[in-house]
């Protein structure tokens, strides 16, 4: 019995979610003890024109990935202001069809400011920057596609969290 829990606390898949209403990142990785392991990493790309349409093919996506990689815990990124109000809401529900979409999964959220802290060391970097340091943490052989190295890099922030608590 104990022992199964410890291996529950090494071994963590963590999905990591960037939403978007027309395309949400994704990305895998999973902690060995100290070691992070990249599993897989892409895009949801929404074709529909109405906006529900775009939150069931989040749902489908999310649901597809989970069903697929069996991540123990998800991570996903917090809202943040933008200066137009209607993508504001469009965000947030993408981000709550996502979010939906992980059914029985513990959801963890992060700011934006503190994912680029985790994994650049400065709150407001630049997005080729959190591209890179995703590129570089996980040993990956190019740079990710800014969506996914987002998702990626919110994992990682949950990894950091995760690890600093142990």
């Not at 829990?5 to 895998?28: A, E, M, Q």
């Not at 100290?34 to 939150?55: A, M």
């Not at 815990?73 to 965000?91: D, G, P, T």
Request: contains cysteine.
């Amino acid at each position: 019995m104990y022992y199964e829990y410890i291996l529950l606390i090494v071994n963590k898949r963590i999905l990591g979610i960037d939403p978007g209403s027309r395309l949400t990142g994704f990305g895998i990785i999973e902690m060995h003890r100290q070691q992070v392991i990249y599993i897989t990493s892409g895009c949801i790309r929404t074709h529909s024109k109405l906006l529900p349409g775009r939150l069931q093919e989040i749902y489908a996506g999310i649901s597809q990935i989970i069903a697929e990689h069996q991540p123990t815990v998800a991570a996903i990124e917090q809202v943040f202001m933008h200066r137009n109000v209607s993508s504001a809401l469009k965000l947030g529900q993408a981000r709550g069809a996502a979010i939906v979409a992980c059914g029985q999964l513990s959801v963890h959220e992060y700011a934006p400011t503190q994912v680029k802290q985790a994994v650049v060391g400065k709150g407001h970097a630049e997005k080729i920057q959190v591209q890179h340091m995703v590129k570089v943490l996980l040993t990956l052989s190019k740079i990710p596609q800014a969506d996914a190295a987002d998702a990626l890099a919110i994992a990682l922030c949950h990894a950091h969290q995760f690890n600093e608590k142990w």
